[in-house]
């Protein structure tokens, strides 16, 4: 069965800390690992890696995807109040080539 | 340009009563999908459509939910009877094309059923 883990499930941070989230997978079929920020309800997207794209950096945001060890991390730098959210990896495969989602990661920042 | 609508916001329901919810993907978005998000969860695909075709229903409980997109655009999902393990967020995206990956979600549904 197609899954998809994040880890930790659950973060509480001080503002100006350095955070990593984690995503690994079993996917069949792996296309691609979509990073989305959910903070009331509808996801946003951060980021998408494939196969030529392994590493994206956006500002204080920045992942990798570590194809050989089926995982991807996402980095914040000098976290802010406003990163408060939770963090969802989700992965293209499977035999439909669907969105396969993982829990979530809930980062908590603290003034 | 214009996000995912959504409509309603919120519906709080009795078991065995009917609900329906519409979405309104972003213009010139081939594929919509359905999706329901428990507390704790990350969402599940419910179903997906290319244009006004159904792609993959296979999540689908289909005894009780039913979606269309009759025109290609705005889409339906209803379920008919609720039951309590229905509460959930329901959240519609849509996206380019089959073959593209990446997804615009709407701001959701959360449904209630007591």
């Known amino acids: 069965e197609d899954k998809v883990v994040q880890s930790p499930l659950s973060l509480v941070v001080h503002e100006g800390d350095t955070v990593t989230l984690n995503c690994s997978y079993e996917v069949t079929n792996f296309r691609s690992l979509l990073w989305y920020k959910q903070e009331k309800k509808a996801p946003t997207f951060l980021f998408m890696l494939?196969?030529?794209?392994i590493e994206k950096k956006s500002g204080r945001l920045s992942s990798i995807l570590d194809k050989k060890e089926l995982s991807s991390i996402l980095n914040i730098t000098a976290t802010q109040t406003g990163d408060s959210a939770i963090y969802l990896c989700a992965v293209v495969g499977g035999s439909q080539g669907n969105l396969i989602f993982g829990k979530g990661t809930k980062l908590s920042v603290k003034p | 340009e214009a996000g995912v609508a959504q409509s309603p916001r919120y519906k709080i329901i009795e078991k065995r009563q009917s609900v329906a919810f519409w979405c309104n993907p972003i213009s010139g978005h081939a594929t919509l999908y359905w999706y329901q998000q428990i507390l704790g969860q990350g969402p599940k695909l419910l179903i997906q459509f290319q244009n006004n075709g159904v792609v993959d229903d296979s999540q689908l409980p289909k005894d009780r939910f039913s979606a269309e997109r009759l025109k290609g655009v705005d889409s339906t999902l209803k379920i008919q009877p609720a039951k309590l393990e229905d509460s959930a967020v329901y959240l519609c995206?849509?996206?380019?094309?089959?073959?593209?990956?990446?997804?615009?979600f709407g701001p959701g549904t959360r449904l209630t059923v007591t």
């Open positions: 995206a849509s996206s380019w094309s089959l073959s593209s990956y990446e997804q615009y």
């Open positions: 494939t196969s030529s794209g």
